[in-house]
Nanobody
Framework: QVQLVESGGGLVQAGGSLRLSCAASGFSFNTHRMGWFRQSPGKELEFVATISRGSTNKYYTDSVKGRFTISRDDANNTVDLYMNDVYFDDTAVYYC?????????????????WGQGTQVTVSS
């Protein structure tokens, strides 16, 4: 059974930091591209970051470049999102996702497995 379980969300002040983690099981983690998406109330699901197999390539949406870092640990089947200097607009439910696609993918439809999400709330 495929499982992606996010953790680490919570309340953080603007300018602060947060680390999200996603634990994967039930599929071959090291052969999948991993990504983070987010969704704010009333808004569509938005791509945040993605990391390739073997961590050779990372790609971020413009609004988080220089502030967020994605990393993966293939030995432990985890992918993390380090969020620094968070803004109020970073408030959202954050989802971890896995894709079999080799090339960089930013569309939700390119991802095969999804977690349940973790809430991040940034206070001003």
């Amino acid at each position: 059974q495929v499982q992606l379980v996010e953790s680490g969300g919570g309340l953080v002040q603007a300018g602060g930091s947060l680390r999200l983690s996603c634990a994967a099981s039930g599929f071959s983690f090291n052969t999948h591209r991993m990504g983070w998406f987010r969704q704010s109330p009333g808004k569509e699901l938005e791509f945040v970051a993605t990391i390739s197999r073997g961590s050779t390539n990372k790609y971020y949406t413009d609004s988080v470049k220089g502030r967020f870092t994605i990393s993966r640990d293939d030995a432990n089947n985890t992918v993390d999102l380090y969020m620094n200097d968070v803004y109020f607009d970073d408030t959202a439910v954050y989802y971890c996702a896995a894709s079999t696609q080799w090339s960089t993918r930013t569309g939700p439809g390119d991802y095969d497995y999804w977690g349940q999400g973790t809430q991040v709330t940034v206070s001003s």
